[in-house]
């Protein structure tokens, strides 16, 4: 096998993202790695077998173990988080559940954001207290009630930053400091900025998790994750949570997401491109209450852009100045904007939390949340901003002659 690529470092995340981890077509010799759309690798006779089974000699064994065009995207992925090594999933959340439970075991306790993605709250807050793993939610952004609920059981820190859906960011330099002082392992979900614009490992974050259906990939047709780390942490992962538990990703998306990954820094520019734009639009308007987005110099998170965050991404929340109703109004008003949840795709996708990912909340709920009943999020896709902008201006302008 050609190990031409693999000698080389590759500087920049640019080039990385296309040419890092390549596997490759030792055959054929094509450009494209090929999909090795297979369950199993035959073995030349029962030696190697059990020689592989030992790990006393390289190869593959079968597909949940691990497979070529899978680990080209884990060691890309590795190159773009400037980690050892990464681990591939078969959703964001197998990535998720799989990383905290190769660390937490029954008695530990984690201190984890109180403003998490629904499902990782949800897995924490109701499967891990069941299995007898304690956790504290913490505003993550207060390193005081971070210090104060570490406890001698405590093992690790879990949170995200840009946080959904108003945008709050944690200082990554502050959650270092607190989990070097009390050796805790930092436990990070990079999903909304991805590598491109927030490298954790920089900041002495441990693990690194993506729900790679998101930016990642990048086309919407894929639902798929990654943890990235350590080389003994990956390890650790795959042989206990990974391999056991199963959740693993498919050859196929693993080869979409690498295709996508060749576009990666050039669409996230132009995601924060065609954001930032909105966003200022947004924020001038007669008919938006209030808009979260850390890149406009209102939001408490401002100071972290151009810093930890190279850029302040994609992904705008919003208010129309009105109620739940009104907020439903302009939505079903839109005629190029879809409405639909997930984010980082090459269509702007909007979706209204208080009828959908907030729906089990009661009002007062979402309230302590920080979720108004006409909050709004936006993922701005890469369509033409003037295009965008164009299709807010109409359901926005409509929402106000109603209300006239
Ligand atoms: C979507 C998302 C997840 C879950 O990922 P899936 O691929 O849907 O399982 C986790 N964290 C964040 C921040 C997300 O946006």
New binding site residues.
Partial sequence: MSNRNQKHQFQHLETKAIHAGRVGDPSFGSLATPIHQTSTFVFDNVQQGANRFAGEEGGFIYSRLGNPTVMELEQRMAALENTEAAAAFG????A?SATLLANLKKGDHLVASAAL?G??FALINHKFAELGIEASFVDITNSAEIEAAINENTKLIFF?TPI?PNLVCADLNEISRIAKQHQLLTVI?N??MSPVLQQPSDYGMDLIIH????YLNGHGDV???ICCGSAEQIEHIKMTTLKDMGAVMSPNDAWLISRGLKTLSVRVERHCDNAEKVAGYLDQHASVKAVYYPGLKHHPANHLVGNQMKRAGGVIAFEVDGAFEDAVRFMNQLKMCHIAV??GDAETLIQHPASMTHSPYTPEERAAAGISESLIRISVGLEHVDDIIGDLEQALQALRIKAA
């Fill in positions: 959703s964001g959340m197998g998720v993605y499902c990782s995200e959904n979900d999903t909304f729900s790679a259906t998101k639902v798929a994750g997930s984010l």
